[in-house]
T-cell receptor, first 114, second 110 residues
């Protein structure tokens, strides 16, 4: 158990809908990262938040957005969903800003868009 | 842009048959190279971080090494429970995002 929690584990929804994925980082970790894993693309970085502020952005679609709250949990919002958004979404956390910055991953949310 | 290439894509070994997995990388200033293990439908599990060429780290039957262009994950006398996909990733000094390779799917046959 990495200490990172994600909810829900599974999500099935229809095209055009909006969903919210939630992540709680390990105790003491200030950075949260979101990754998407699909069969054809592998693990792709989406976005990083550090202590409530956006720090880095990857190939995140404009239909996707994220935020980190004062208690450091994070939410990833996916809107106007398309079939191609079906994937595993992982959250990771790290201490950041120190020599040890390994990212520890949560169990993921499997999103199926029908 | 950082790039990571892993080989082979898949590897089947008999229990006890040692081998190595390769990770070649191109990065603008390597900050760290990471190895993760991923079981089907689960999140990646952190194994090692390597920071500079010549560095080696060991954990049970696994040993990771790093050169200026590639990293190897050596597995000695593997057991069926070592079956998983092994992922390699890098970060550069510009940010903390992980750039992953596509992984090596390792199967250990009893």
């Amino acid at each position: 158990d990495s200490g990172v929690t994600q909810t829900p584990k599974h999500l099935i929804t229809a095209t055009g809908q909006r969903v919210t994925l939630r992540c709680s980082p390990r105790s003491g970790d200030l950075s949260v990262y979101w990754y998407q894993q699909s069969l054809d693309q592998g693990l792709q970085f989406l976005i990083q938040y550090y202590n409530g502020e956006e720090r880095a952005k990857g190939n995140i679609l404009e239909r996707f957005s994220a935020q980190q709250f004062p208690d450091l949990h994070s939410e990833l919002n996916l809107s106007s969903l398309e079939l191609g958004d079906s994937a595993l979404y992982f959250c990771a956390s790290s201490v950041s800003g120190t020599a040890t910055y390994e990212q520890y991953f949560g169990p993921g949310t499997r999103l199926t868009v029908t | 842009e950082d790039q990571v290439t892993q080989s082979p894509e898949a590897l089947r070994l008999q229990e006890g048959e040692s081998s190595s997995l390769n990770c070649s990388y191109t990065v603008s200033g390597l900050r760290g190279l990471f190895w993760y293990r991923q079981d089907p439908g689960k999140g990646p599990e952190f194994l090692f971080t390597l920071y500079s060429a010549g560095e080696e780290k060991e954990k049970e039957r696994l040993k990771a090494t790093l050169t200026k262009k590639e990293s190897f994950l050596h597995i000695t006398a593997p057991k069926p429970e070592d079956s998983a996909t092994y992922l390699c990733a890098v970060t550069n000094f510009g940010n903390e995002k992980l750039t992953f390779g596509t992984g090596t799917r390792l199967t250990i046959i009893p």
